[in-house]
């Protein structure tokens, strides 16, 4: 999937392959800017890098997991019994 806007391009992608013999899939996205003559004079991607490449290295990737868990349990929803959120 593509848009455009003036001079500038929106695209949805999905990138597949692997990676230490195991499948490796995330989507992503990118902007594209051209000049007015049609050359590219700038291209950024964006990807969740976290969670798509730096999760599968050894130690970076056991950090990402014990901050991800750590964040998922201070996540907890407010006891709305408490008094002092009662309206």
Avoid at 4 to 12: F, R
Avoid at 24 to 35: H, K, L, M, P
Avoid at 56 to 73: D, T
Wanted: with cysteine.
């Amino acid at each position: 999937r593509a848009a455009m806007d003036g001079n500038t391009c929106l695209m949805a992608w999905r990138f597949e392959g692997k990676l230490g013999g195991r499948q490796w899939t995330f989507n992503g996205c990118s902007t594209v800017t051209f000049s007015s003559d049609g050359i590219v004079t700038d291209h950024v991607d964006y990807w969740d890098a976290a969670q798509n490449f730096y999760r599968r290295l050894p130690v970076i990737g056991w950090v990402i997991s014990r901050i991800k868990r750590r964040l998922a349990i201070h996540r907890r929803t407010p006891d709305l019994s408490d008094s002092k959120t009662k309206a």
